[in-house]
């Protein structure tokens, strides 16, 4: 945040530190085995008394200290001048905490200097014994530039407790300092063996060849088991926060680690061959190719090392932006740009917001991600992001995934990043849903004659919009599923419900006769029922035609899980296919009574907002392909699943399997959290900052959306979901409450920790609820049934159980609520933009008006009187308030 910062774009990401650190590290590991090698092998060559051996030990010594200290010394330059210009704040820690330890180090160095030319260049020319004790004195000092350098660069891993004291000395002896200090030194040794190897094939002549590369390998087989024991040291004294960053939550260290596990056991084979008399030339392949494992190798070990501090640069004190641990809140508060001393814009508008973001990419970013480059490009991680998406990826980046560290800087500026990625490196624009792509509907109400009808029957959806997936190739937890019911009343002076001698029967409009070729739920059947579901047919077996059943509790007609789907057989898009209705006596099979009922249905779910870049069907609904894979891909990296290789092969995924959630016949894993508080919970950490807006990004409720889904009366007077609801994050909160009180705290609680209530002041007062059963009441804000004097729900006055729900209860005479007032969200009167009468038909139809039935003094429509008495619920009598 205090240094200007250096913008490297294609080469950013990492690419400079592999480039020159890796290759400096695998260096400097050699310089300090290579010291012991050229002592041991000399005093090899002095007890057999081997002159070939001797003039290998020179040709080698020139090898190495060229090597060493000419590459390794530039290299290592290059280090201070890289790290320094990509993360100074760390870089001025590490210098002022441990200024006497690099000091020291570098006199050691300066030493290693000294003894390795006056090893090379006095060899042969003075005593032996004097010329093994330079080389005595060469390997120590360079075994302490490794033990000075590994305590340093391992705090930065560990601080241990200079976090609290800021003692050098805490710093330096670390948690994992003498662990990684036996494991280097281990490690040191065996890249003494590998550059052996490579000597050995160039200077080593015919006969002696064969017996130095026997020599050299007996340096890689060795330290193996003690770099193996060390390592498993070195993992068991690391925080366990690190060491499941390591093991278990960073995509990036997953094939490292493979590699670092796995090419073990691929230098014993290399070690082996290496002890066989083999071709000259073979030879020369195998000593370069354990050249190059070991680089790949030391890569490795340096990747996990440095990913595995993530999100930190030195842990738990800076983090990868630069920023220190305690800066956060002022951050939050005053932002990136006035508190960045090397910016430009610090006042954001509408007109340089794209440029600021550029300058807050700068900032924020390109220390980990480069842009079109080899190494964590951001291009490929952020194409599928729509504006809104990029902005919840970067509300909730750190929170859950914490191998980033949080975006700490406003909300504009989030939104001014978001803008540069997605229009400034995307080049992508955001395009609205034009009005008039809303296809009308035309439909007139079936006839009513109130003064001949003997019989009513009223008619409902149990939901005033079914909401469904439609990527049944790779995923569904949504599949198509409409419930319908009825009640057929006998008019009179004292009305009737009829319940027995009566068959509704229901039929869907013939251009939805089948459903569309998108659909394919069918291959979940046998997972929902355990038989086999022929095409066309629903989860309880039901059609789109036939008849209703009769439930003797609700005192109504059902049909449960039609598969409606909202395309025509031509494959276009109509959320809002009818269903027709006819009542006839069962003995003679006389007409009784017929209406129309609308069955909304959308796949207007806004997964394409975060995980894709484009609807399915008529550029407005629908989970096309990529989108589906993208979100399996996103589970199998973040859960270590492998759901998007399994769908491939033709086994996609229903998520209630794992998930509990409320399909029939499925049952879902009890460990899990249930389907709603894992959807609900995860999402809200990103999603959460959206107010109102969230629950549009993902259910199709929004008003400029293709499907409309919260239509009724609520909507007319401008309540928004969380009237009832709450916010994202409570309704979040409570769900995942209840799963806590379930047994499932680790899962619950790592999606509630970053989650904040603005229903209540403390956690302990979150109110749990359990999942599509504790809904709001209505009688919360329609208190004995009078006009409501709030329009918030009270937190935590939930329904107990399902029969308590609205869709579920009925009035004092036997009516179901839903009968006289429409579906929940789409309560009458309900606008529909796909036509003026599609939500309020059964009102329409029997008196004429778009209000509730029996409303504004409509008692005749079952009544054959005038009624003064308010039979079915209290204050009915009252002129209907929300009159259009």
């Given at each position: 945040m205090n240094y200007p910062v250096w913008e490297l774009y294609f080469s950013g990401g990492?690419?400079?530190?592999?480039?020159?650190?890796?290759?400096?590290?695998?260096?400097?590991h050699f310089a300090v085995g290579g010291g012991l090698f050229l002592v041991l092998t000399e005093m090899k060559a002095y007890r057999e008394d081997d002159r070939a051996i001797l003039a290998y030990v020179k040709s080698h010594t020139r090898f190495f200290l060229l090597l060493t200290m000419v590459f390794g010394g530039i290299t290592g330059v290059g280090i201070w001048f890289t790290i320094s210009l990509l993360s100074p704040t760390a870089t001025s820690?590490?210098?002022?905490?441990?200024?006497?330890?690099?000091?020291?180090?570098?006199?050691?160095?300066?030493?290693?200097?000294?003894?390795?030319?006056?090893?090379?260049?006095?060899?042969?020319?003075?005593?032996?014994?004097s010329h093994l004790t330079i080389g005595w004195l060469y390997f120590i000092f360079a075994w302490l530039s490794l033990f000075f350098i590994n305590g340093i660069i391992d705090f930065m891993l560990t601080p241990g407790d200079w976090l609290e004291t800021k003692s050098f000395w805490d710093g330096f002896f670390n948690p994992s300092m003498l662990p990684a200090l036996v494991f280097r030194t281990a490690l040191c040794l065996f890249l003494a063996g590998i550059f052996g190897f490579v000597t050995t094939v160039f200077f080593a002549g015919p006969d002696l060849k064969n017996k130095m590369l026997g020599y050299c390998s007996r340096w890689l087989i060795f330290p193996l088991p003690v770099m193996v024991l060390s390592a498993l040291w070195y993992l068991s004294v690391l925080p366990d926060t690190v060491k499941s960053m390591i093991l278990e939550h960073s995509p990036e260290i997953a094939p490292a680690l493979a590699l670092f596990g796995g090419l073990l056991p691929v230098f014993l084979i290399l070690a082996l061959i290496m002890r066989l008399s083999i071709p000259a030339r073979v030879q020369v392949v195998v000593a370069f190719a354990c050249l190059l494992t070991g680089l790949v190798y030391m890569g490795a070990f340096e990747w996990i090392r440095e990913a595995g501090r993530r999100p930190y640069l030195i842990y738990g004190h800076t983090y990868s932006t630069a920023v220190r641990v305690g800066e956060e809140a002022t951050l939050y508060k005053d932002g990136i740009l006035k508190t960045a001393r090397w910016v430009q814009h610090r006042n954001l508008t509408p007109e340089n917001e794209q440029k600021a973001g550029r300058e807050i990419f700068r900032i924020a970013c390109v220390g980990c991600h480069s842009i079109g480059g080899p190494i964590n490009d951001i291009l490929p991680l952020t194409v599928d992001y729509?504006?809104?998406?990029?902005?919840?990826?970067?509300?909730?980046?750190g929170k859950l995934l914490t191998y980033m560290?949080?975006?700490?800087?406003?909300?504009?500026?989030?939104r001014a990043l978001a803008r540069y990625i997605v229009s400034g490196l995307h080049h992508r624009k955001e395009t609205a849903l034009e009005a008039g792509a809303l296809n009308d509907i035309p439909m007139q109400p079936p006839a009513f004659d109130q003064a001949a009808a003997q019989y009513v029957l009223l008619a409902?959806?149990?939901?005033?919009?079914?909401?469904?997936?439609d990527s049944d190739r790779y995923w569904s937890f949504q599949p198509p599923g409409s419930s319908i019911y009825a009640q057929l009343v006998l008019r009179g002076e004292t009305p009737e419900i009829m319940t027995e001698g009566v068959s509704i029967a229901y039929a869907v409009e013939e251009d939805h006769a089948r459903p569309a070729s998108q659909v394919e739920f069918w291959t979940f059947s046998k997972a929902l029922t355990g038989r086999t579901i022929p095409a066309g047919t629903g989860m309880t077996g039901n059609t789109l035609d036939g008849h209703m059943q009769f439930d003797d509790n609700q005192m109504a007609f059902y049909a449960e899980h039609l598969p409606v789907v909202p395309y025509k057989n031509d494959g276009s898009f109509n959320p809002y296919p009818l269903v027709r209705l006819e009542a006839r006596a069962e003995d003679t099979g006389e007409l009784l009574a017929q209406t129309t009922l609308v069955t909304p249905v959308s796949t207007e779910m806004g997964c394409k907002n975060c995980h894709g870049t484009a609807w399915a069907v008529e550029g407005r609904t629908g989970i096309d392909d990529p989108t589906a894979a993208s979100i399996l891909a996103v589970h199998d990296r973040i859960n270590k699943t492998n759901l998007l290789s399994s769908a491939r092969k033709g086994r996609p995924v229903l998520c209630q399997t794992c998930h509990p959630g409320n399909l029939p016949h499925v049952r879902g894993k009890s460990e899990h959290l249930n389907l709603s508080a894992a959807m609900h919970g995860f999402h809200a950490n990103y999603l959460g900052d959206l107010g109102d807006d969230a629950c549009s990004a993902c259910h199709p409720s929004s008003s400029d959306g293709a499907t409309h889904g919260f239509r009724g009366i609520h909507r007319e007077i401008e309540l928004t979901c969380a009237n009832c609801h709450f916010s994202l994050q409570d309704h979040a909160l409570s769900l995942l409450a209840a799963e806590k009180q379930a047994g499932k705290n680790v899962r619950a609680g790592m999606l509630m920790r970053?989650?904040?209530?603005?229903?209540?002041?403390?956690p302990d007062l979150i109110a749990p609820r359990t999942a599509w059963t504790s809904q709001p009441d209505c009688l919360n804000c329609h208190v004995d049934f009078e006009p409501p004097e709030t329009d918030q729900v009270e937190y935590?006055?939930?329904?107990?159980?399902?029969?308590?729900?609205?869709?579920?209860?009925?009035?004092?005479?036997?009516?179901?609520?839903?009968?006289?007032?429409?579906?929940?969200?789409?309560?009458?009167?309900?606008?529909?933009?796909?036509?003026?009468?599609?939500?309020?038909?059964q009102p329409l139809q029997y008196q004429g008006t778009p209000y509730p039935i029996g409303s504004n003094g409509e008692c005749r429509v079952c009544h054959t009187i005038d009624m003064e008495d308010e039979i079915h619920h209290p204050n009915m009598l009252g002129e209907f308030r929300n009159t259009r």
């Open positions: 990492g690419l400079l530190m592999v480039v020159i650190a890796v290759v400096h590290v695998y260096v400097a820690t590490l210098v002022h905490t441990f200024v006497f330890g690099w000091a020291t180090e570098w006199v050691c160095f300066l030493c290693e200097i000294v003894a390795l030319f006056l090893y090379y260049y006095r060899f042969g020319k003075i005593k032996r014994s729509s504006m809104m998406g990029m902005q919840a990826q970067l509300n909730g980046q560290p949080p975006f700490m800087g406003t909300g504009d500026e989030r409902w959806k149990d939901k005033g919009m079914h909401g469904m997936t970053h989650l904040t209530s603005q229903a209540v002041d403390t935590g006055t939930w329904t107990e159980t399902v029969d308590h729900l609205y869709r579920r209860r009925t009035d004092d005479a036997g009516l179901m609520c839903m009968a006289c007032h429409g579906a929940t969200h789409a309560i009458y009167p309900a606008m529909n933009p796909y036509g003026e009468y599609l939500n309020n038909l």
